[in-house]
């Protein structure tokens, strides 16, 4: 075992993700470790390039953006699969998507293991240490989930449905064998609703979780799995604890990038896999979702660059860079407690959430907080302003899975590429990634249906 894990714990990945950019400097040197100390594991749990980062082919196959027919053949065969929700969306080519967040499960593991063998005196930083690691297990099952099963489903039948392949042990020998869909949110909130418990109130550092980051991945995956009850109560949690708030009137409203890195707005910060589809030139945000900001929505500023006439870029990440970000902001977690709060019938509620948002969210002096929204049109208000919000996070993608399943806002997803159109029909298999070749021809686990 001892072996095995120097061989494997490689603790700085240099060029996977940050580059020339200095992310989180010093980072630990290039090396190999056997962690034995509460020093050895914090190091390791601070390896942002492993854990810091997330899926990016969802983002390429959901509405925010488009492209051209050119840019289109500019891409790579995973953009291109992703882009156009073909069959084989791979073409053999290896997936980060699932090969990282397996990544991060192990070494999580791996962290796990050493805290069980823990016998010091500092028992509560340990703790802490523990709940980072399964929070971080945590993320990588939700994120797996959302690629590679099917989404959860508002009318049960969950147990009959294939979920992911779940790790309880740092060994990769390990059988591999499917869990059901079922079974795999409950391994993921039994994992998280620990480390929420577990996890200080504040971490120093916003690529570690804190307890609000805890709560605030509980909220989204309660809105995931359609307990509106549980998810508003970890919104509101999670938001009473942290305090920082972001006011895009203080923001450099006419910078190209007016967001910090780690700034306010930001509960946890995680970025996207880099890809060439995000920072294409030609790849433009949804006409239509570009007319929905309103006169005043300092969002359509902060977030995008016109480019051409009428076609806007999106250059304003929460990353400060072209880096994409998908972590957790207050944003987020206002609008998962409205929504869900709306959808409890508690509309006063839902209301004043909303309206903390879009405070922030308008100018000033064109801002007038909303009044006597109810039923569906609080509700529908609410899910436009989080398309609005949330646009181009790895977020939308899940957003269609799940509203997909309710009448009157199932969506069909079509392209169209030098006159032909692609088609994705709600409910689609294609709303569910295939797992890749390596895997199914590594453990011979059953593949989704496409």
């Not at 810091?52 to 699969?81: H, K, P």
């Not at 995000?278 to 949804?286: I, K």
């Not at 009157?408 to 689609?428: A, H, I, M, T, Y």
Request: glycine share 8%; with cysteine.
């Amino acid at each position: 075992m001892k072996n095995r894990i120097i061989k494997i714990f490689i603790l700085s990945i240099s060029g996977l993700l940050f580059g020339c950019e200095g992310f989180l400097d010093p980072k630990p040197d290039q090396g190999l470790l056997t962690p034995s100390s509460l020093d050895d594991v914090q190091l390791l749990l601070d390896n942002t390039d492993v854990f810091n980062r997330q899926a990016m082919l969802i983002n390429i196959s959901a509405d925010d953006f488009w492209t051209t027919s050119e840019a289109y053949q500019g891409m790579n065969v995973l953009e291109q699969g992703a882009y156009l929700w073909l069959e084989d969306p791979y073409q053999g080519s290896n997936i980060l998507d699932w090969e990282v967040a397996y990544r991060q499960i192990f070494y999580a593991n791996v962290a796990l293991e050493t805290l069980e063998n823990y016998t010091g005196v500092e028992l509560e930083r340990a703790e802490e240490l523990r709940g980072m690691a399964l929070f971080y297990k945590s993320y990588a099952y939700f994120h797996l989930l959302q690629q590679f099963a099917p989404p959860y489903q508002r009318n049960g039948a969950n147990d009959e449905l294939l979920g992911i392949i779940l790790r309880e042990r740092a060994e990769i020998n390990d059988p591999s064998e499917r869990a059901s869909l079922a079974n795999s949110y409950e391994g993921l909130l039994r994992d998280l609703e620990e480390a929420v418990n577990l996890l200080p109130s504040n971490t120093g550092l916003k690529t570690r979780p804190s307890q609000a980051a805890g709560y605030g991945l509980l909220a989204r995956v309660y809105l995931t799995m359609f307990d509106y009850e549980k998810a508003g109560n970890a919104a509101e949690i999670a938001l009473q604890q942290y305090s920082e708030r972001l006011d895009f009137n203080s923001l450099n409203i006419g910078s190209l990038r007016p967001f910090e890195r780690f700034g306010p707005e930001t509960v946890f910060y995680s970025i996207l896999h880099s890809h060439a589809f995000s920072r294409g030139a030609q790849t433009y945000v949804d006409s239509l979702l570009i007319q929905s900001y309103e006169e005043g929505d300092l969002r359509k500023q902060a977030y995008f660059n016109l480019r051409d006439e009428g076609l806007f870029n999106m250059t304003g990440h929460h990353t400060g860079s072209t880096l994409v970000f998908g972590g957790l902001t207050v944003g987020e977690l206002q609008l998962i407690a409205a929504e869900s709060f709306a959808r409890m019938g508690n509309e006063a509620l839902a209301l004043t959430y909303l309206n903390e948002l879009l405070e922030t969210r308008y100018q000033t002096e064109m801002w007038n907080p909303l009044e006597d929204l109810t039923g569906d049109e609080l509700l529908n208000r609410i899910l436009l302003e989080r398309r609005k919000e949330l646009v181009g996070r790895g977020i939308r993608w899940t957003d269609l899975r799940r509203l997909n399943q309710e009448e009157g806002f199932e969506k069909e997803l079509v392209r169209v590429l030098d006159g032909q159109e692609f088609r994705l029909e709600p409910g689609s298999n294609a709303y569910v990634f295939p797992i890749p070749d390596n895997e199914i021809i590594r453990s011979g686990v059953d593949q989704n249906p496409r």
